[in-house]
């Protein structure tokens, strides 16, 4: 499933031939992904202008002139094409710009969607109005993350999965965070220690970052908008890597956390 950084990749790759830009046409071409999609979508999108995109959690947004909001969810297999040479089967939602440019959502397992609100009610969207603080904005701290772990005993890897908690993080990069801030996944998160939950924050920010520039990880069918690939699987320090060395020197193992393969160092990770 394509996580934060795929989403944050997806959406700047979209920025930069659709920010500004007039929308021609849409067309939904099937009535539905994993919910149907709006039944005003052409009529509120068709000659609307984009005056920004954006993204929450994983989630991507995209802003009209109309004040409306699109927003997409990639699913499981879910991505934008740029310009493709020809559209297929599984491209579901094609937009078409006054600049030439043609996007497609491309989605075979067709688990992602497409809703459409007004943006100022962005912020108390359903989806959004119960989540936590981005792990890259600036409410989230180690202070904010002690005060939300407080009293809670189920391991910090599920509790960091816990969109209520923080948004956006997922399994990959929380196995590579934790191991990064030397945190074995199973620990009670109520009883890990702001010290530790600042090399922790610092972790989550640091791996995510580096997933961005390098424009996420390349699982299935995930690719950015332009038909390349991410390549931060390359610099996974533990995920998908049993029985390899950690960056420590001691051995990867791999667990199911909550029904999730969980990979850590119980070498250095305490």
Known sequence: MPELPEVETTVRGLA??????????????????RRPFPEDLRQRM?????SGLGRRAKYGLIHTDRGDTMIFH?????????DPDSLGTHDHLVIGLESGHLLSLNDPRRFGSVDLIATEEVNVWPPFAAMGPEPLGPDFTAPYLQRALDGRVAAIKLLLLDQRIVSGLGNIYVCEALNMARIAPGRQGGKISLLHLERLVEAIRAVLIAAIDAGGSTLRDYARPDGELGYFAKQWRVYG?????????????RRSEGGRSTFYCARCQR
């Open 46 to 50: 068709t000659g609307a202008t984009i």
């Open 241 to 253: 890597k049993e029985g390899q060395p950690c960056p420590c020197g001691g051995t990867v193992r």
């Open 16 to 33: 930069a031939v659709m920010d500004g830009k007039r929308i021609a046409g849409i067309e939904a071409r099937r009535p539905d992904l």
């Open 74 to 82: 990639l699913g499981m297999s879910g991505r934008w094409r740029i």
